[in-house]
């Protein structure tokens, strides 16, 4: 489902970074683990198609993703990608639905209004379907960002640093959202991390080091 090939990448004037080969299969969740600096948000963009490789390559179901042109992998990163990024970003003018309803508009899919509300219930913020994102606390914010992730059924479904600040309790019950709604639609799930505690909920690792 995943997988890289001899994959590369070089910010300008710095030493290129060198990632192992991954393949990850449909529906296994993975933990990426590694130190600061190791280049571990860098291959997440990498293999969410928004970094470009200096070599090698990222495939998605047999899609290799440095073969698409600018806008068809815009459409294919929209319908097979989910990111859920550190710090969520949201449209500030635009409500949760609304921001749901774009990332449907911009990977070319028809709006569902079911679909984005059922979702939200199902994540416990259905009740926020109309509040601006900027309204929203911390763990609504998580889960309004995992609810766009998830909008359009990804097979793969990327999350960079998912707990890193959060205490036990909430880490558990954040890492037992994102496996229980990727089982939901049969995604793989990465998780990219720094934090040792998620060792004892993945049995799928990948160790990087700098």
Not at 66 to 84: E, H, Q, T, W
Not at 160 to 169: F, G, H, I
Not at 192 to 207: G, P, S
Request: net charge positive.
């Amino acid at each position: 489902m995943l997988k890289t090939k001899d994959l590369q990448y070089a910010y300008q004037n710095g030493q290129p970074l060198r990632f192992p080969d991954i393949q990850c299969g449909r529906g296994e969740h993975w933990l990426l683990l590694g130190q600061s600096g190791c280049g571990k948000t860098t291959l997440l963009h990498l293999l969410g198609g928004l970094l470009t490789p200096k070599s090698g390559s990222v495939s998605i179901g047999g899609t290799a993703l440095n073969g698409l042109s600018s806008s068809a992998l815009d459409k294919f990163r929209g319908k097979k990608i989910g990111v859920i990024f550190q710090v969520p970003h949201f449209v500030r003018s635009l409500t949760v639905g609304e921001n749901m309803a774009l990332a449907q508009q911009l990977a070319g899919l028809p709006i569902d209004k079911n679909r984005i509300q059922k979702l939200l219930d199902r994540l416990a913020i259905g009740h926020k379907l109309d509040s601006k994102a900027s309204n929203l606390s911390q763990g609504e914010r998580q889960r309004a960002a995992i609810a766009r992730a998830l909008i359009n059924q990804p097979e793969v479904i990327l999350a960079d640093e998912p707990t890193s600040a959060l205490d036990d309790k909430n880490t558990d019950e954040v890492i037992k959202l994102l496996e229980d709604t990727a089982s939901e639609v049969n995604a793989t799930l990465l998780v990219v991390t720094h934090d040792n505690r998620l060792k004892e909920h993945f049995a799928k690792r990948i160790n990087l080091k700098v």
